[in-house]
């Protein structure tokens, strides 16, 4: 990092690494080397996403030793190191007294007639919610955290498409390399909570503790779990749940 970069990223590539992983582009916030970037970065965002960015980190600069053949003993000794040692840090303060304070807040009985969105979309939405209650009770928290973050992607994304001018319009609506607005199929799951926070359809408890659902897609497939060195808890399950649970209150209660 002494010549300002960061493993193998392009300024591109490392924007759409840090944004994915912590939910903003670096660029927009700091300024200089890529290297410069995230040394501020760590400096001074929250613990926990210094960590999760970490992790991650840690796993692509594997990834890359084990794909060029370049993995020392010694290189695998201190990578193994330091995820145990930052992975320790993430688990204990993954269950923070905010965490905990939003995991105890009771939506009540959520109205899905009010969720502006079409009947039959409303009926699936019902059905899913039955099912996740099920799987919460088999503490099966993989299957958990895929039905809270690909429901609260199609509720947002219907939300969006009815809203396009408004949700086009935003800050952070998510632009390409020619800086045009992408196209709705082109959003992530964190660019439609991002974008519904500023126009305001969503409450700050659904874009603070969206980490728990953000990346659902990303693991799928095994091998991608396995890259991520991700292991499902139920802790994570119950947030992730919650995080739907405010959405849901959220777009009830701003429905049009």
């Not at 009540?108 to 799987?135: A, K």
């Amino acid at each position: 990092m002494r010549s300002g970069y960061v493993m193998d990223f392009t300024n591109a590539t490392f924007a759409d690494f840090v944004k994915t992983s912590i939910g903003f582009d670096p660029y927009e916030r700091y300024s200089g080397s890529k290297a410069q970037i995230l040394r501020q970065v760590w400096d001074c965002e929250p613990v926990e996403s210094v960590q999760r960015l970490t992790l991650e980190l840690l796993d692509r600069c594997e990834t890359l030793l084990l794909s060029n053949d370049g993995m020392t003993p010694g290189d695998q000794k201190l990578l193994e190191q330091a995820k145990a040692e930052v992975a320790a840090l993430a688990i204990r303060s993954e269950e923070s007294a905010a965490d905990l304070q939003f995991l105890q807040k009771d939506f009540g009985s959520l109205d899905l007639t009010r969720v502006s969105v079409p009947v039959g979309f409303q009926e699936v939405v019902r059905q899913r919610l039955d099912e996740i209650d099920r799987c919460l009770r088999a503490e099966a928290p993989l299957a958990v955290i895929f039905l809270c973050g690909s429901t609260l992607e199609g509720l947002l994304f219907e939300v969006a498409t009815k809203n396009a001018e408004r949700f086009n319009k935003c800050r952070s609506a998510p632009k390409g390399r020619d800086v045009t607005v992408k196209s709705f199929g082109q959003w992530t799951l964190n660019d439609l909570i991002v974008t519904a926070r500023e126009i305001g359809i969503v409450g700050e408890d659904v874009a603070k503790h969206a980490h728990a659902v953000r990346d659902f897609r990303n693991y799928i497939h095994p091998r991608q779990q396995i890259s991520e060195n991700f292991s499902p808890r139920m802790f994570t399950a119950r947030m992730a749940h919650q995080v739907l649970s405010a959405a849901l209150s959220d777009l009830a209660s701003r429905a049009d």
